[in-house]
T-cell receptor
Framework: DGGITQSPKYLFRKEGQNVTLSCEQNLNHDAMYWYRQDPGQGLRLIYYSQIVNDFQKGDIAEGYSVSREKKESFPLTVTSAQKNPTAFYLC????????????FGPGTRLLVL | ELKVEQNPLFLSMQEGKNYTIYCNYSTTSDRLYWYRQDPGKSLESLFVLLSNGAVKQEGRLMASLDTKARLSTLHITAAVHDLSATYFCAADPAGANNLFFGTGTRLTVIP
């Protein structure tokens, strides 16, 4: 079955620690995205990538980093510089750089210990 | 920067009633998307509206787009409890490389 997977489902971060959220897709989509959702809020774009080895900052990129070494993978690292990382993180992909419908993974909930 | 506003933010309605959710966006957009999110879950694509006057229907939900007014609506007909969820619209502005999401409308259908 084609789709987007995210892991882990829940992630706990200690202060000063970097953590990495995984996002994998087997839809053969070129574009991938990371969003952050706070309780009762909409989605805010962190980073997006339209092609392998290229990515752009979204509205709230500070404290986050990404890589896109393979078409199917777009991991997000939440660094210690992100002072308020508790949120629901959603990864999405779309068929190409011309956008189109974004399909979302199941999400990762990040909590700070 | 594109702004996408939804109203109402919260909607509580009785089963069997009709209601409309509104989505206004501030700049020209090529397409308009509607998504559904159940509590604690991810987003599910409902509709893609590609041009002015587009109308899409699925079950009790009908979405429309007026690009001149920069307005999309999601109409709910004869609501049932299973429609309880948060609904997001997202605009696809010309020249941008990503979608801009509204703040969502949390719909609760009361038996």
């Amino acid at each position: 079955d084609g789709g987007i997977t995210q892991s882990p489902k829940y992630l706990f971060r200690k202060e000063g620690q970097n953590v990495t959220l995984s996002c994998e897709q087997n839809l053969n989509h070129d574009a991938m995205y990371w969003y952050r959702q706070d309780p009762g809020q909409g989605l805010r774009l962190i980073y997006y990538s339209q092609i392998v080895n290229d990515f752009q900052k979204g509205d709230i990129a500070e404290g986050y980093s990404v890589s896109r070494e393979k078409k199917e993978s777009f991991p997000l690292t939440v660094t210690s510089a992100q002072k308020n990382p508790t949120a629901f993180y959603l990864c999405a992909s779309s068929i190409g750089a011309t956008k189109g419908t974004q399909y979302f993974g199941p999400g990762t909930r990040l909590l700070v210990l | 920067e594109l702004k996408v506003e939804q109203n109402p933010l919260f909607l509580s309605m009785q089963e069997g009633k009709n209601y409309t959710i509104y989505c206004n966006y501030s700049t020209t957009s090529d397409r308009l998307y509607w998504y559904r999110q159940d509590p604690g879950k991810s987003l599910e694509s409902l509709f893609v509206l590609l041009s002015n006057g587009a109308v899409k229907q699925e079950g009790r939900l009908m979405a429309s787009l007026d690009t001149k007014a920069r307005l999309s609506t999601l109409h709910i007909t004869a609501a049932v409890h299973d429609l309880s969820a948060t609904y997001f619209c997202a605009a696809d502005p010309a020249g941008a490389n990503n979608l801009f999401f509204g703040t969502g409308t949390r719909l609760t259908v009361i038996p």
